[in-house]
C-alpha cells in the first residue's frame, strides 16, 4: 500500500441533496490544497496546520464575486479518509451556491468524482479491506438502527477480523503438510498428514457455515424483510398499516446513488426493516370500490418473505378468507384477528383448525390493543435467537455469500479428495483455493472489474 498519491484530484458534493443548511464540498488528491486556494479568500491553506478548520469566503476568481461564505477543513495525507490530502468546504449558501463552489474547483484542476471513489481511494490507498468497504455501503442504507449497529461493526472490520483467523488456519495447515512431507518423522507421514487435513478442513468448513447461516438476517437487514398485508375489503389493513406507519417509525427511501429510482416503503418494527410489498393495492381502495381481490393478494403473498393476513373477529369465516388461509398455509404468515372491540362472531375453533394457536394474533385497529403484541411477534420471529449468538457479526451481501460458498466448496473437494484416496499434493490445491476465495472476500487478493462494480455502488461524494 503506498501512501502518496498516484492519483488525480477528485471533487464532489458530499452531504445528500437538499437536506439541511450546511452542505460540504469535498477534494482529494495531491492538488487538494492547490485547487482550494485557487478559490478561497481566507488564511493561506498552504500554510495552516494540518486537521485545521478555516474561516473564508469562497470567490469566483473570474468575477471577484463573493459565491458564498465558508469553513475549510485542511487535512494532510497520510491521515485522512482516502489517505490523501483533503479539503473539505463546508458551505452554507444552499444547493446553488454549493454547486456553484464545486463548479468552480472543476475549472479550477479537480475532476468529478465517480461514485465511491473517496472510498475505493481509501482501499487502493490501504487504508480499509473491502468488507469495510462495502460496510460504508451499507452505512449510507442502513434501514434501522440495527442494520446500522452491523455495518458499524463490519467497518470495525470484525468480518475481515474473523476471515484472517480461518485463513491463517489454512495457511498453517498447509505449512503443516510440506513440513510432513520435507521432514518425515513416521513411516505413515501420508496418513499422518491426511488426518490433520480432514481435522482442519472439518473445522474451517464449520466455521464458513456459521458464517453462512448469518447470511440471510444479513439479507433482511439490508434488503428488508419483504412483507404483505392481505384479508378481504374492510377487515382493517388500512387501519393496521397506518399503525405501523405512525410514530416516526415509516421510512420511506428511494435508495439515493443507485440504479433503482423506485420509491420503496419500509418500516421499522423493533429494528426489523419490513420491506411493504403492494401497499398501493391497499391505499389506492379507499374510497373506489374495492377490487383487490384474491388474484393481486396471491400475488403479494407470492413476493413476501411474512405475510399479515388479517380477519375480522366481528364476522364469521368467509370463503374467501379461507382462501386466504389456504394460500398462505406454506408462507411464514401471522393470523391478525382484528375488530376485537366487537362483538365476537368468528368461530375461534374452526379458525384454530387451520392455524396453529400461536400464530393468532388478536387485535384492535380501532383501540390499537394488541398493536404491541404484534410487534413484539414480528421482532421474535426475526430475531428469535439472535440477540444470543457469540458475535454481532453478519455476511451481508451478495458478493460475500457467493465466495463464502465457494470455500465451502473447495472444502468439500479437500474432503472428498482425501476420502477418494487422491494424493496428497492434489488436495493442497483445493486447500489453495479456498484460501484464494476467502481473500477476495476481504481484498487480500481483487481484480479491478470487481472493484470498479463495487465501489460504483456508491454514492457520489463518499
Ligand atoms: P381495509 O379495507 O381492510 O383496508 O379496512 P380499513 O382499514 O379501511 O377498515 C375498514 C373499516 O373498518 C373502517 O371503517 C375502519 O375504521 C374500521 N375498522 C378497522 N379496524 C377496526 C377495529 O379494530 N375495530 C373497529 N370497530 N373498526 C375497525
Ligand atoms: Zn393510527
Not at 204 to 211: A, W
Request: with cysteine.
Amino acid at each position: 500500500a503506498n501512501t502518496t498519491s498516484e492519483f488525480d484530484t477528485i471533487a464532489a458534493i458530499s452531504t445528500p441533496p437538499g437536506e439541511g443548511a450546511i452542505s460540504i464540498v469535498r477534494l482529494s488528491g495531491e492538488q487538494a490544497v492547490e485547487v482550494a486556494c485557487k478559490v478561497f479568500k481566507g488564511k493561506d491553506l498552504h500554510k495552516v496546520a494540518s486537521h485545521t478548520i478555516n474561516y473564508g469566503h469562497i470567490i469566483d476568481p473570474k468575477t471577484h464575486a463573493v459565491v458564498d461564505e465558508v469553513m475549510v477543513s485542511v487535512m494532510l495525507a497520510p491521515k485522512t479518509y482516502t489517505r490523501e490530502d483533503i479539503i473539505e468546504i463546508n458551505t452554507h449558501g444552499g444547493i446553488v451556491a454549493t454547486n456553484h463552489v464545486l463548479q468552480l474547483l472543476l475549472s479550477y484542476g479537480a475532476r468529478m468524482a465517480e461514485p465511491g471513489e473517496f472510498t475505493k481511494r481509501a482501499f487502493l490507498n490501504g487504508r480499509i479491506d473491502l468488507t469495510q468497504a462495502e460496510s460504508v455501503m451499507d452505512l449510507i442504507r442502513a434501514k434501522t438502527d440495527r442494520a446500522m449497529q452491523v455495518a458499524v461493526d463490519q467497518l470495525d472490520g470484525s468480518l475481515s477480523h474473523l476471515i484472517k483467523g480461518i485463513r491463517q488456519d489454512i495457511l498453517d495447515a498447509l505449512a503443516q503438510v510440506e513440513v510432513n512431507i520435507d521432514y518425515p518423522e513416521y513411516d505413515d507421514v501420508e496418513t499422518v498428514t491426511t488426518k490433520m487435513l480432514v481435522e482442519k478442513a472439518t473445522m474451517v468448513k464449520q466455521r464458513i457455515e456459521d458464517l453462512l447461516a448469518t447470511a440471510n438476517r444479513g439479507k433482511v437487514l439490508r434488503e428488508g424483510l419483504a412483507t404483505a398485508i392481505v384479508g378481504r375489503p374492510n377487515v382493517g389493513k388500512s387501519s393496521l398499516l397506518n399503525h405501523l406507519l405512525h410514530e416516526d417509525k415509516a421510512i420511506v427511501t428511494d435508495v439515493p446513488g443507485t440504479t433503482r429510482d423506485v420509491i420503496e416503503e419500509y418500516v421499522n418494527v423493533r429494528d426489523v426493516p419490513l420491506k411493504l410489498v403492494d401497499t398501493a393495492g391497499i391505499r389506492a381502495t379507499e374510497d373506489k370500490v374495492e377490487k383487490i381481490g384474491v388474484e393481486r393478494s396471491r400475488k403479494a403473498i407470492t413476493a413476501a418473505d411474512l405475510v399479515l393476513l388479517v380477519l375480522n373477529n366481528s364476522e364469521p369465516l368467509t370463503d374467501e378468507d379461507n382462501e386466504l388461509l389456504a394460500a398462505t398455509r406454506n408462507k411464514k404468515r401471522l393470523i391478525i384477528l382484528n375488530k376485537t372491540d366487537l362483538p365476537v362472531k368468528l368461530d375461534d375453533q374452526e379458525l384454530k383448525r387451520q392455524v396453529a394457536a400461536e400464530d393468532i394474533i388478536a387485535i384492535s385497529a380501532l383501540t390499537t390493543n394488541g398493536i404491541d403484541k404484534l410487534e413484539e411477534r414480528i421482532a421474535d420471529l426475526f430475531w428469535g435467537g439472535i440477540e444470543n449468538s457469540q458475535s454481532n457479526t453478519l455476511v451481508t451481501n451478495a458478493r460475500q455469500i457467493g465466495l463464502l460458498n465457494q470455500a465451502d466448496q473447495a472444502l468439500d473437494d479437500v474432503l472428498k479428495g482425501i476420502n477418494d484416496g487422491m494424493p496428497v499434493d492434489l488436495v493442497q490445491i483445493d486447500m489453495t483455493r479456498c484460501w484464494d476465495l476467502l481473500g477476495e472476500i476481504t481484498g487480500d487478493s481483487y481484480q479491478d472489474e470487481l472493484l470498479n462494480q463495487l465501489f460504483s455502488q456508491f454514492c457520489l461524494g463518499k
